[in-house]
């Protein structure tokens, strides 16, 4: 009958929505029940040892302020160029096995041509990243590194390297410095103007310069200011030749993969500590730097700035080498473009 069948649809109707309702319940218990999200650990290195001034930099202004949040991204450091050489960490992040670094960027030069750049830019961060330099490199390192740049560590001048030497500099009119019959420690980012200045470049890793010195294997090597009192290197050198000349070169790269797989939380936590990185290293560098040169001065190491006419053409050298060397070579993005957004106006 009419009565029976209404019966039946209104005891299944609230079967359905007891059902419905104890659905609701178990789904309910079972989320209370799971554990929140685990947070992304993300493997970090450094290819400058755990000690060198750019290593402490990179652990105060990145490192440490991303402990303050752990529920998305949790940094593990794995170690420096003694767990991973330092020209392997590049490669070793590309392939997803690290997935941030700090590394020189002319440790990977041979795998971003691009990354040869950075050493004898004129321009700040700032600039950087306003002009579109940021933009055009970014996309180099996307398509060569499989990585993003998270900061440039571009520390507090174009004027932070310097030659370190054993002897007492021979001046050259053409040149400024005269490097003939000197053997030279080197990597990519000094060959160039090391060899204008007729020097034979040697490639040795950081940890073997002492060794390289003591038993006369080289006579000197370019290198940013800071460190040197702690690597000992003063028992050898005698002379640091100015005038400066280059903007450090290192950056904090992450794979390209590792990132995009973050949430927007931990993706927007790592770039706001490539930023602090950016902006807060060079402070903290130039205390370091200051502290070491005192060390080596007072240990007897000369501060030796060629005169006039001589440090002019030691810069110009040095700016002219590198920047030809660079024109030589075959790049991502357009060169001329990129050079330009890497000079500044008064370059």
């Not at 200045?197 to 200011?225: C, F, Q």
């Not at 450090?248 to 927007?268: E, I, P, R, Y």
């Not at 070579?329 to 473009?337: C, G, L, W």
Request: hydrophobic residues 40%; aromatic residues 10%; positive net charge.
């Amino acid at each position: 009958t009419d009565a029976t069948m209404i019966g039946r649809i209104i005891i299944m109707t609230i079967t359905c929505k007891q059902i419905a309702a104890t659905g609701v319940a178990a789904a309910t218990a079972l989320a209370i029940g799971l554990p929140a999200k685990a947070a992304e650990e993300l493997k970090v290195s450094t290819a400058l040892g755990q000690k060198h001034d750019q290593s402490k930099a990179f652990f105060t202004t990145f490192l440490d302020p991303m402990k303050s949040d752990k529920s998305e991204v949790v940094l593990n450091y794995i170690g420096g160029p003694e767990v991973t050489p330092n020209k392997k960490q590049g490669p070793a992040m590309k392939r997803g096995l690290i997935d941030i670094i700090m590394s020189p960027s002319t440790y990977y030069a041979n795998l971003v041509p691009e990354a040869r750049l950075t050493g004898i830019a004129t321009v700040t961060p700032q600039q950087w990243r306003k002009n579109g330099g940021h933009k055009m490199m970014s996309e180099a390192w996307g398509k060569k590194l499989n990585a993003i740049i998270l900061g440039w560590g571009n520390f507090y001048g174009p004027n932070q390297f310097y030659i370190w030497m054993k002897d007492k500099p021979k001046l050259s009119k053409t040149t400024g410095l005269d490097l003939t019959g000197k053997k030279m420690r080197t990597t990519p980012l000094y060959t160039p103007f090391f060899k204008a200045m007729g020097a034979t470049t040697k490639n040795i890793s950081p940890a073997e310069v002492y060794t390289a010195l003591e038993r006369g294997v080289v006579d000197g090597l370019a290198w940013p200011e800071g460190g040197v009192a702690f690597r000992g290197w003063h028992s050898f050198i005698k002379y640091k030749v100015g005038p400066g000349f280059f903007r450090s070169s290192t950056m904090v790269t992450m794979n390209k993969d590792k990132f995009n797989k973050l949430s927007k939380k931990g993706q927007a936590q790592i770039i706001a500590a490539g930023l602090n990185y950016e902006n807060k290293s060079g402070a903290l560098l130039k205390k370091l730097a200051a502290a070491d040169n005192a060390k080596i001065y007072k240990e007897g190491v000369n501060d030796y700035t060629l005169p006039g006419d001589y440090g002019r053409a030691f810069k110009q050298t040095i700016i002219n080498a590198n920047w030809t060397d660079a024109g030589k070579r075959k790049y991502t993005v357009d060169f001329a473009t990129l050079k330009a957004k890497m000079l500044d106006s008064g370059s």
